[in-house]
């Protein structure tokens, strides 16, 4: 319960920081929080948190940076347990 509302707290408290400027810091803030609710078998919750920082991050980056492909891969990872039941793993690739 205490990492949840950490993790509540650090996305608040950076939104209020650097959302008007769609800052990279963010961006690293909802990947972890992504990553909380994907442990926590959030993961539809999980994959809209994971694409909203990708979004940021292709907006700060250009195309090729790392900091845009590991967003990819974060959100890939969301979208592979989100389908896994399915066995449709489209939108992962």
Do not use: W
């Not at 961006?27 to 442990?39: P, R």
């Not at 347990?81 to 992962?92: D, I, K, M, Q, T």
Request: hydrophobic content about 40%; charged content about 20%.
């Amino acid at each position: 319960m205490c990492t949840g509302l950490l993790i509540r707290q650090a996305v608040n408290l950076s939104s209020n920081l650097y959302i008007l400027d769609n800052h990279p810091h963010f961006s690293d803030t909802l990947l972890d929080y992504g990553f909380y609710l994907l442990n926590f078998d959030s993961i539809q919750e999980s994959v809209k948190v994971y694409e909203k920082a990708l979004n940021i991050r292709k907006e700060v980056f250009e195309k090729n940076n790392i900091h845009v492909a590991l967003g990819h891969e974060d959100l890939a990872y969301a979208l592979y347990v989100n389908e896994y039941s399915s066995g449709r793993f489209y939108n992962a690739r």
